[in-house]
């Protein structure tokens, strides 16, 4: 009996392989993609919520603590709901420092 009836195994494990990378790979991609996408909207809302502060008459410390927690929140990194959880709070920060009464 020869080694013949290897390949088939072989190739038909090799094929499920690439099926299924096929399927996986573009949905990891646009997992990172989300991701980066989240923490850069939360970065700039950071960068927005600074400009407001420095802009600011006066001091608000309930925005501070906001900003200070959407910080440490960008420093710690994590997923997209850490990174909407920051971005929510720098913007709630960056209506304070501008006036709004809804924030």
């Known amino acids: 009996m020869s080694l013949s009836w290897l390949i088939w195994p072989a190739g038909l494990l090799l094929l ?28 700039a809302a950071v ?4 400009i407001s502060r420095d802009a600011a008459p006066e ?10 927690r959407a910080e440490l ?3 710690a990194g994590g997923g997209p709901s850490a990174a909407a959880t920051a971005a929510e709070q720098a913007r ?11 924030a």
Do not use: K, N, Y
């Not at 690439?18 to 991609?29: E, I, K, N, T, V």
């Open 73 to 75: 929140i960008v420093a």
């Open 16 to 43: 499920l392989g690439a099926g299924f990378a096929a399927g996986l790979l573009p949905a990891l991609r646009a997992r990172q993609a989300r991701r980066a996408a989240a923490w850069t909207a939360a970065r």
């Open 92 to 102: 709630r920060a960056d209506r304070m420092w501008r006036g709004d009464t809804d």
């Open 59 to 68: 001091p608000v410390p309930a925005a501070e603590e906001l900003l200070h």
């Open 47 to 50: 960068e927005s919520a600074a």
